[in-house]
């Protein structure tokens, strides 16, 4: 039978080859981005943050674009790797909300073939 | 490891029954958030909470739905007559304080109404 839900946002790669994961925000007050990532029936990791005074960051494997110009931001995974596949949710943080106060995006399929 | 605990992993409830959702912090931390996550989506903030006080309720549905951090002991998410709407899986986070830009997730909580 036909299944209706929502349907992610997808992208399949193979090992080896660089991610990159997009997200799109609506609040101009953000002043804190995190990215979260989620595996199949675990709770949500954290990867990498960035502040609203930054335009990027980097950290191992991972690295973090901000363009506060037109509300985007993007992980970019460097040669990605099977544990990478799973659910990755941006997660902005308005201006003088507590940080654990997280409004999660949609999120992003990451799936990595070997 | 002393991660965020959360018990149980699973529950299963029949309509009308209540669910209780335990949710143990780090060690350490004070500051506990309840989220929820329907199929597909992402996770959805419930409520805050601090050891004795309920900080932001502004997720929580105003009916059936309580939460609460004693003194001692886990925090507690409390649903009462479920309905089939309320099968989805429910994350707890901790954090150490205020402050802390980083929220530690636990596994969740599946609870299914049928």
């Known amino acids: 039978g036909e299944s209706v839900g929502l349907h992610l946002p997808t992208l399949s790669v193979q090992e080896g080859d660089n991610s990159i994961i997009n997200c799109a925000y609506s609040?101009?007050?953000?002043?804190?981005f995190i990215w979260y990532k989620q595996e199949s029936g675990k709770g949500p990791q954290f990867i990498i943050d960035?502040?609203?005074?930054?335009d990027k960051r980097q950290g191992q494997r991972v690295t973090v674009l901000l363009n506060k110009t037109v509300k985007h931001l993007s992980l970019q995974i460097a040669a990605t790797q099977p544990g990478d596949s799973a659910v990755y949710f941006c997660?902005?943080?308005?201006?003088?909300?507590?940080?654990?106060?997280?409004?999660f995006g949609q999120g992003t399929i990451l799936t990595v073939h070997p | 490891n002393a991660g965020v605990m959360q018990n149980p992993r699973h529950l299963v409830r029949r309509r009308g029954q209540e669910a209780r959702l335990r949710c143990s912090p780090m060690?350490?931390?004070?500051?506990v958030y309840w989220y929820r996550q329907l199929p597909e989506e992402g996770l959805k903030f419930m409520v805050y909470?601090?050891?004795?006080?309920?900080?932001?309720e502004s997720g929580m549905p105003k009916e059936r739905f309580s939460a609460e951090f004693p003194k001692e002991g886990p925090s507690i998410l409390r649903i009462q007559q479920v309905v089939r709407g309320d099968s989805a899986a429910y994350f707890c986070?901790?954090?150490?304080?205020?402050?802390?830009?980083?929220?530690?997730f636990g596994q969740g909580t599946r609870l299914t109404v049928v």
């Open positions: 986070a901790s954090s150490p304080r205020e402050g802390s830009t980083e929220a530690f």
């Open positions: 609040n101009s007050a953000s002043d804190y």
């Open positions: 960035i502040r609203s005074n930054m």
């Open positions: 997660a902005p943080v308005e201006g003088g909300t507590s940080y654990g106060k997280l409004t």
């Open positions: 060690k350490g931390h004070s500051h």
């Open positions: 909470l601090q050891k004795e006080n309920i900080i932001d």
